[in-house]
């Protein structure tokens, strides 16, 4: 893997780390950091996962800190990845998502 791919999954895992512990702002800044390297990369299926992921995990953090609607373009946005990557684990996410069990990290 790609030192790059390998940097956004680390921001991706880290911010997913800090929502957990209950510190949105910076787990935020990690998935904004992710996306930011992400989206600078040629479109390819894994580079399509891991921006799957990390807007589902944007809206899911948003969603904890009840700012829901401030995450509808990263919920749509990680939709539309899921579903054109048919990674399981992503629609899986991006399903619970959809069906309000958004809370689910």
């Known amino acids: 893997m790609r030192p790059a791919y390998l940097t956004a999954a680390r ?6 780390e800090y929502a957990v512990e209950g510190e ?11 996306l930011d390297l992400l989206t600078t990369l040629p479109p390819e299926h894994l580079r399509d996962v891991l921006l799957a992921h990390t807007h ?12 829901e ?8 946005l990680g939709v539309s990845y899921a579903r054109t990557t048919r990674d ?16 689910v990290l």
């Open 11 to 16: 921001h991706l895992q880290l911010g997913r």
């Open 24 to 34: 949105p702002r910076r787990a935020l800044a990690a998935y904004q950091n992710a």
């Open 56 to 67: 589902l995990a944007f809206y899911q953090t948003l969603a904890l800190a009840q700012d």
């Open 69 to 76: 609607r401030a995450g509808q373009t990263h919920l749509q």
């Open 88 to 103: 399981p684990l992503a629609r899986a996410i991006a399903e619970e998502c959809l069906s309000g069990l958004d809370r």
